[in-house]
């Protein structure tokens, strides 16, 4: 495996590429922006969503799973695998963090797999656009 991170890295940055672009055309989505001068290798891609109450949030989620695409939220109440907020640790005290809890109620996670051809992060976005008119449009 070491002998190939190099390519499989090149291959998730680019295909993290061709779904932000995608995903800049969404309304309510928000990308992080990256510095040009940042390495790094993409092999999931978050993005916010803004302005969408709890139950819309809950509806685009299970939207878009629904058709294929597993976007994990953060903004759950119970933690999902590794998709969790401070909320769900049981080895902290809870405490007020409002701030944080504005960030994690958009926030989504994708896992990219290095087997998407360009046409399947078409679909994708495609999906992810359908999926956010209808939670707007409802």
């Known amino acids: 495996q070491l002998a190939l991170i190099d390519e499989r890295g090149e291959l998730w940055n680019w295909q993290y590429a061709a779904l932000a672009e995608r995903l800049a055309e969404v309304p309510h989505v928000r990308l992080p922006e990256r510095p040009e001068k940042e390495g790094y290798v993409a092999s999931s891609i ?73 046409e399947d992060m078409g679909l994708i976005g495609q999906i992810i656009y359908e999926e956010m008119r209808k939670t707007v449009d409802d």
């Open 46 to 118: 978050q993005f916010s969503v803004e302005g969408l109450s709890v139950a819309h949030m809950q509806g685009y989620q299970a939207g878009c799973i629904g058709r294929g695409v597993l976007l994990k939220w953060f903004g759950g109440e119970s933690a999902v695998g590794f998709t969790s907020s401070h909320r769900n640790w049981e080895y902290v005290d809870p405490a007020e963090m409002p701030r944080s809890d504005a960030v994690m109620h958009g926030l989504f996670d994708m896992r990219i797999p290095l087997s998407l051809t360009e």
